[in-house]
């Protein structure tokens, strides 16, 4: 086990969630603006429209900058913070799909390249030319989300993978389409509200009102395709997922589901009524206004998808606390948990107190806030006033008069659908009882 990474209050995975949330504006941008900007050079060549070109050179100057320079910088605190929070995790992503990366950064190189070579080739080189590098952006960007989406989808719906081992095994899964298509569907929506917010700064009130428009239609397309094809996804969930959400073993998982349709609505009426029906009331300021929606029903909907893989961070492979939950034969992987249960969850740490008396409470206080942050930390605050399912708090609903009733808790905690069974033999469970009662008490 890697060194456990703290966050006071929050919690690791709230840090990867802020972060990834904020990361799909800029990099859905990046992925379906250039389909609006390559039918909007493609009109002002068909049509002899120079005018129109004054629209391309602020939308992807906007594409250049936002997602490029802000867009990139997220991407890696992702990296960074996904890394630290769960090595093993990411471990598991790059031995079973590091081709896939590979080849997504291949495209990705080819995004660098050509929206560069775009922004400062406009009005520079042959008409014919420079929508062919439009182009070559557009399904390289679009190709990229193709191979990503198949990791992520990996995440929550492994396939034959758990028998077979196999790549495409794992990639195409029974939720890779339809969470492609519905990011697809997502991506022309977030270039539709930065496409209308970049249209509303022109200066020419004809072209203005026109690309605004244009932009409206092309977010309500989205938009309602994108409905359908969520609905897909929420069909094709896995049962276990499915008993989460809709037999409400985790309430916040409906709550987050609501915020998001929310969202999503609000937006859909911004197009219809300001973009389509009055493209005059379109201003910067209430695109803004509605970008900070589009974040909010993001980060819902991300939530969501992340709460419905739980008890795993790798469905059927490895547990949110980065234990190996079964056995991959064709990997050469072993399930951990009885081997933690025989021989000891601390005996396998490389960061641990040297010495463990079971009859010395500060001993078994320090090692049970070992194995309490390694098996609850990453899903569980451990402050009393944290602000993600502080274990305090939750343990004292219960009322635990002694480390004993709290040791009772962890024997039966794999009987919850959504937590992973304690892993470690009754010298790791009587400290982690001991420190866990001592949080209560504070």
């Known amino acids: 086990m890697y060194p456990f990474w703290e966050v006071p209050f929050f919690t690791s995975g709230l840090v990867i969630a802020l972060i990834a949330t904020f990361h799909i504006l800029p990099c859905h941008l990046a992925t379906g603006a250039f389909w609006f900007i390559v039918f909007v050079e493609r009109k002002a060549y068909k049509e002899n429209r120079p005018e129109l070109l004054e629209f391309i050179k602020k939308y992807s100057l906007l594409i250049l900058i936002f997602c490029f320079v802000i867009g990139s910088l997220s991407g890696v605190g992702i990296w960074y913070a996904a890394t630290v929070a769960s090595p093993r995790g990411i471990s598991g992503l790059i031995h079973n799909y590091v081709w896939g990366w590979a080849t997504e950064w291949v495209f990705f190189i080819i995004e660098i390249a050509s929206i560069y070579v775009y922004y400062y080739t406009i009005g520079k080189i042959d008409p014919k030319s420079h929508l062919m590098m439009g182009w070559l952006y557009a399904w390289a960007a679009w190709i990229s989300m193709i191979i990503i989406t198949g990791i992520l989808a990996f995440m929550l719906t492994s396939g034959k993978w758990v028998e077979t081992g196999g790549f495409f095994d794992g990639f195409f899964n029974r939720t890779y389409w339809p969470q492609l298509l519905t990011r697809t569907a997502l991506m022309f929506c977030i270039a539709g509200v930065y496409a209308a917010i ?21 977010g309500v397309l989205g938009m309602l395709a994108g409905l359908a094809f969520a609905a897909w996804y929420l069909y094709r969930l896995p049962g276990h997922a499915k008993e989460l ?28 009524i300001c973009c389509v029906i009055r493209p005059r009331l379109a201003r910067p300021v209430t695109g803004i206004v509605i970008l900070i929606v ?4 993001i980060g819902a909907g991300e939530g969501f998808r992340e709460g419905i893989r739980r008890p795993y961070i790798i469905d059927q492979y490895m547990y949110g606390n980065q234990i190996v939950a ?21 005996s396998h740490l490389f960061f641990r107190p040297d010495k463990i008396d079971p009859d010395n409470k500060t001993d078994l206080l ?17 402050d009393r006033f944290g602000k993600i399912r502080p274990m305090p708090k939750l343990l004292a609903n219960l009322a635990p008069e002694s480390p004993e009733d709290i040791e009772g808790l962890l024997e039966s905690l794999g009987d919850y659908p959504f937590m992973p069974p304690f892993a470690g033999n009754d010298l790791d469970k009587k400290a982690a009882s001991e420190y866990l009662f001592s949080i209560v008490r504070r």
């Open 366 to 382: 320090r090692a049970g806030s070992v194995v309490v942050h390694y098996q609850c930390g990453n899903c569980h605050a451990l």
């Open 245 to 272: 959400w809709l037999d409400q073993s985790l309430p916040y998982l409906g709550h987050l589901l609501n915020i998001a349709g929310a969202s999503y609505a609000i937006v859909l009426l911004w197009f219809v």
């Open 326 to 346: 079964r056995d991959i034969p064709a990997k050469h992987i072993k399930a951990e948990i009885p081997k933690f249960n025989k021989e000891g969850f601390l």
């Open 294 to 297: 589009l974040f909010l029903g």
């Open 198 to 218: 970049v249209a509303s700064t022109l200066t020419n009130r004809q072209i203005r009102r026109e690309l605004v428009r244009a932009a409206g239609l092309w």
